[in-house]
Each structure stands twice: as structure tokens, then as C-alpha cells.
């Protein structure tokens, strides 16, 4: 989501959307061979973490984020870029012991976000493979920490990569789309009325409704397991200098996220309510299945920016509470359905400097001491 460069995720990827359409043919109905996939590995748990117990790692290799728990609890949806593979992110399938990857995009463009609908049957990924089937230049950094908004599509197939259909075919970007507990709504972000804000539509494309109307941008959405609340971040800047050049970075493509906010609004976009506001990058929201919590990834207490951790905050902004104390980045928690596993992205235990990998941990919902706020 807005995150595809190894630049991105070491700030993470860390640092790390956009007329209804009908479902339309894509791609071929052959699914992608299964690429196999190492078993978990322990590594060691952290007294200052005493939210998690029993890390395993995932994948060893290359950048794999954005990992999203099935409906079940037994599999993970994430992207990757590997080693002597796709030049860029693709989407892979594993179960949540490490076993049986595969690959489940089309293995052309670029692409992120995937996420299971409810059933477990099929898929949702935004690519850019109709825009071009090559990767996406990196973007010019000369201006700084910037993300592209590259012309991404959201696709929906089956669960082994077949059978691909398009949901969107608005111009420039529409990607970050993921699924209400009840498989009917696709929330997501998009370009196309000129800024970048958040959607909802039913899950086969059809009755587009814009949730937000902010200038900045809005994005990175999840539904609440009951269905009734939205989490996302944003940037709605207020100061001239930073809202002109928030307009002429998505004049040419691009977005600066240095500084984003945890933000909820009930589903049908009412009720808007900020939940941080302390001047950092926080970023990857998602809600405890309790619905009375939110754990995100910040840059808070790094004054370099660089080193992001997990955070467990109320939802009405209280009970902060720091979840990772790791020197090396850690982003993208999910909880399991359950809430007794957490899965997140880190630099943690990596062979090659910058390395990102999945990690999987029991959640301790009880700890009998919490880390340093």
C-alpha cells in the first residue's frame, strides 16, 4: 500500500489506493505454480516485548510485506519482491506455518495490497500489469522521500491465481482495497476525483461511494471485525508551504508521507475521529478483534525517523502502549481473527542489511509488564 520500494519499506517500505465496473475479464483462468516455502523458524523473544511470545519467522529473503490473516486463521496473503525473481512485488499465499507458498498474481507489473475475502475462495490485489507489464521506474528522489501513485487496478480472482477479473478501470490509482467481514463491501483509495481519498463499493465493483473529502490524503483502510468502523491514515495538511507541495507532488504522481495520522470513521464515512497526533509516520492501522483498540506501526520515538515500532493505542486516543522496542523497522500488524496471533513485517534476524521478512507471534493479551511507553 503506497510502500513497493525497498526504499520504501527501510523507512518502511516502512515507509510505505483509486464508475463502478463491472467484473471484466483479465487474464488467463491457468492458475500460478506453487513455489514452495520454508517452515517457521523460532528466534528469539524479547522481555521488553511482553506482548509476544513464540516469534517465528515466515520467509527468509528478499522484502515480503503486508502479510493479512484468511478468515480461518490458516493462511497468509502478502507481497514480495525475491532475489533473482520478479523485479518487482508480486502477491504470494502461504499457510501460517511458512509452508506451501505460491504465487498468485500474474507475475507481470507491479502489484499490492492482496487480501482474502471472507470465504477463502478468492482474492484482492491492486496491480499495474494492464498499464504495463514491466515494473514501474523507481521514483526521483531528488525531492525527497516520495512515494509514486502508480496506475494500479483492483483485481479480484480465485484462491490459486485464476480465473483474474478487474474491479476498477478508472485512470491512475486505485489500490490499498480491503474486504468487510461479511465479503460485500471493498473499502480502498483513490485518485479519481483529483485527490487522493478513500472509497467504498460493493464487492463485484458496482455502487462507488467516496467516504472521505479532505484535501490530503487518505488511505491504508480496514473494516473493524464487527463491520461498523473504518481505520485508515491520513495527511490533511494545514500549512500552506506543506499543502502546496502536497498538490504539486500529486500534480506529477508522487505523495511525501513523513508525517501521517491514525484516523476511524464509522463504515458509512461519518463520525471522522483522529487518534494520533504527534508529528510522525504512523501508518498500517488495523483493529484488535476487541474493537476497542488499534495497533499501527510509528516512527514516534526514533528523532532520526528511520526505526518504526508497533503501537497498541485506544480508540478513543488513550492507553498508548508500545508494543516493539526492535533497533530495525517492524510494520504491517494484523491480528488473527482470533486475536491469539500477531503477524507483522520486520528487519529483525536479517542476513543481508534491509532484508524484510514475515514474523508470526502468540499475543499476549495479559502480559505481565508492558514496555516503556
Known sequence: MLNDDKEDRNVRRPLLLFAAAALAACGGT????????AKAALVPDSPE???LANIRQLTFGGENAEAYFSADGRRLI???TRPGGWGCDQIYTMDVDGGNERLVSTGKGRTTCGYFFPAGDKILYSSTHLADSACPPKPDYSRGYVWPLEDHDIFIADADGSNVRRLTDTPGYDAEATISPDGRKIVFTSIRDGDLDIYVMDADGSNVRRLTHEE???GGAFFSADGTNIVYRAYHPEDPEELEDYRALLRD?????????????????SNKRRITNNGAANFAPF???NGKQIIFSSNMHDPSGRNFDLYLIGIDGTG??????????DGFPMFSPDGTKLVFASNRNAKVKGETNIFIADW??????TASR
Open 30 to 37: 491457468d492458475a500460478p505454480e506453487p513455489v514452495g516455502g
Open 49 to 51: 516485548e511482553p506482548r
Open 78 to 80: 502478502f507481497q514480495a
Open 216 to 218: 490530503g490524503y487518505d
Open 253 to 269: 504522481g508522487l505523495i511525501r508521507p513523513g508525517k501521517l495520522d491514525i484516523w476511524v470513521m464509522d463504515a458509512d464515512g
Open 287 to 289: 483493529f484488535h478483534p
Open 320 to 329: 498508548l502502549e508500545r508494543v516493539t522496542v526492535s533497533p530495525d523497522f
Open 364 to 369: 499476549i493479551e495479559t502480559p505481565s509488564t
